[in-house]
């Protein structure tokens, strides 16, 4: 079955840039799309169609793609800005969606 | 405002069946998709199944094939998930989310729901 792979965990200082990559064969025909959960909360979407941010979500935000990865970058991080990150995009056929498992955002 | 509001939190004991919605409102329901994704205690975002409200058309991913049941009521613009035998290990925070699409495009899973937890334990 078709996997997304990100990495478990990213640990950044206040006001520097996090990169959270995510990886899977289908992402050069396929859009990943980000998302955002705070703990007891829904998750948020922050990104879609590989570099698109919706409406209210801030500018320190942004999304790339190159080959088989994707990339959320976070710059200027803030306290806020703690929480777990999922891409999620579709298989071959665009019948099914898959989530990576997730990366764990810590500001220190 | 596009909204989806799910029902409460549920207790159940192994074997017993369950059926959980998901209200919507404020977009038209019979355009847009609508998905439900499982979360584990502690553990990541796991894609169910969706749904076209307009012909009740249903995809599940193969991990759910056959273990739920997605269908809609047009009628109240509401979505559901069903269970019909209920195990521990469905114990999970279950979400549902419209798939939001602009020209054709997928937009991503916009709105979500605020989640409904659902406990099975003897």
């Known amino acids: 079955s078709y996997e997304l792979t990100q990495p478990p965990s990213v640990s950044v200082s206040p006001g520097q840039t996090a990169r959270i990559t995510c990886s899977g064969e289908?992402?050069?025909?396929?859009?990943a799309y980000w998302y955002q959960q705070k703990p007891g909360q829904a998750p948020l979407l922050v990104i879609y169609?590989?570099?698109e941010r919706p409406s209210g979500i801030t500018e320190r935000i942004s999304g790339s793609s190159s080959g088989t990865t994707v990339t959320l970058t976070i710059s200027g991080v803030q306290a806020q800005d703690e929480a777990d990150y999922y891409c999620?995009?579709?298989?071959?056929?665009?019948?099914?969606?898959?989530f990576g498992g997730g990366t764990k955002l810590t500001v220190l | 405002e596009v909204q989806l509001v799910q029902s409460g939190a549920e207790v159940k004991k192994p074997g017993e069946s369950l059926k959980i919605s998901c209200k919507t409102s404020?977009?038209?329901?019979?355009?847009?998709?609508i998905a439900w994704v499982r979360q584990k205690p502690g553990k990541g975002l796991e894609f169910m199944g969706i749904?076209?409200?307009?012909?009740?058309?249903?995809r599940y991913s193969p991990s759910f094939q056959g273990q739920v049941t997605i269908s809609v009521d047009k009628s109240i613009t509401t979505a559901y998930l069903q269970w019909n035998s209920l195990k521990a290990s469905d114990t999970a925070i279950y979400y549902c989310?419209?798939?939001?699409?602009?020209?054709?495009?997928?937009?991503?899973?916009?709105?979500w729901g605020q989640g409904t937890l659902v406990t099975v334990s003897s």
């Open positions: 989310a419209r798939r939001n699409t602009v020209n054709s495009i997928v937009h991503g899973f916009d709105p």
């Open positions: 289908q992402l050069p025909n396929q859009y």
């Open positions: 749904i076209y409200p307009g012909d009740s058309e249903a």
């Open positions: 999620q995009s579709q298989d071959t056929n665009a019948t099914s969606s898959v």
């Open positions: 404020g977009y038209s329901f019979i355009t847009y998709w």
């Open positions: 169609k590989d570099t």
